[in-house]
């Protein structure tokens, strides 16, 4: 079979090497992917948001299955136009991707069908919105309702900050049209999770929970980013916690977009708070998360294709998705200035023995030598019994990956530690 991937991070980079693994797929094209998918994908230059190219490049070269991953074509329609000329994929459509595409939609979901959220209130007026800002509790966030690069919320302190925010977003248009409507919503306390799930739009299979590292500096310092590393398990995750998820968020979630006609397949992305008053949604992913991806795939012991088929064809409650014991760590390596600016075109060197457990993000290929063109330039992944050993093998991998402005967290993993030793 031939497969296409959307997209060309270190996402689709893991997605990618777990695909290979099946034997009937003769051929992955990546479009676009990058320098280091090249090792194993044919990498297409079409950008992920083309979508008329990409279906005119699926029908040309007989694709018989495609994974879109990035948010944008799925919220542009890709998985539709795809299905269209009668190419199968794994994502879902653009009706229901919208509940990343939209976070207004995603809280008055959340709000009708009674799923725990932050208490909120949406906003395409500016004039209201500041005069809500007025006595909003604070700290307060405000949220851009459309995508937005993952920049797109924003924790206010003061009430000028909230203010500015607001005002950056709706009038200055910061955003674009993505922040022509905001949500403000009350500030949740807790420890993150991130939680992936395989759904048909029926039945609903979580992976492996993570938790992510947003700051680019250690001690959860700096800007944000679009992650600087991941471990997974996440330990405050429990059974427990687990249990009252699926009861009260994911199948919830599920029912209530079928309820509102906008079934949703593929992969669900839940970014939960655990709360005193319990767990709740901070947001919505209508795809694979990233860098979550990258420690949750290299745990999936059964086969990712069968799984993917079984969710395009509703048969998900017919396969098995089993992930084995153990513990991954992800410590991204990113550009010195990333997430500002930063500069390019340094040589990236991976040793060979090292590269089935390194994932390209931000490099390409120049007279055969790989160089670096993103601000997250790879994903250093290791697999271990433990946690602390997993993340003791991931630095000891990211310190022999080199070019020459890298920087990374040193501290990956440190805030899962502490919450083992505190059982």
Known sequence: MKVMVIGGGGREHAVIRKLKENPAITEIYALP????????????????????????????????????????????????????IGVPCFGPRAEAAIIEGSKVFAKELMQKYGIPTARCACFDDLAEALQYLETAPLPTVIKADGLALGKGVVIADTREEAIAAATDMMRNGRFGKSGERVVIEEFLEGPEVSVLAFTDGKTIKPMVSSMDHKRAGDGDTGLNTGGMGTVAPNPYYTEAIAKRCMEEIFLPTVAAMNAEGRPFKGCLYFGLMLTRDGPKVIEYNCRFGDPETQVVLPLLESDLFTIM???????????????????????????????????????????????????????????????????????????????????????????????????????????????????
């Open 33 to 84: 992917g990058n320098g280091g998918i090249a090792a194993d994908a044919v990498c297409v230059p079409i950008g992920a948001k083309d979508i008329a190219s990409i279906t005119s490049f699926a029908e040309a070269n007989g694709i018989d299955y495609a994974v879109v991953t990035p948010d944008d074509p799925l919220v542009l329609g890709c998985v539709d136009a795809l299905e269209q």
């Open 309 to 423: 088929r079984a969710v395009t064809d509703g048969r998900l409650d017919e396969v098995e998705v089993r992930f084995r014991d153990g513990a991954a760590c992800c410590v991204i390596l990113a550009s010195a200035g990333y997430p500002g600016a930063y500069d390019k075109g340094f040589p990236l060197e991976i040793p060979a023995e090292l590269r089935s457990q390194v994932y390209v993000a931000g490099a390409a290929l120049r007279n055969g030598q790989l160089v670096t063109s993103g601000g997250r330039v790879v994903g250093c992944t290791a697999v271990a019994d433990t946690l602390p050993r997993a993340i003791d093998a991931a630095y000891a991998l990211a310190d022999r990956v080199h070019f020459a402005n890298a920087f990374c967290r040193r501290d990956i993993g440190q805030r899962a530690l502490r919450a083992l030793s505190e059982d």
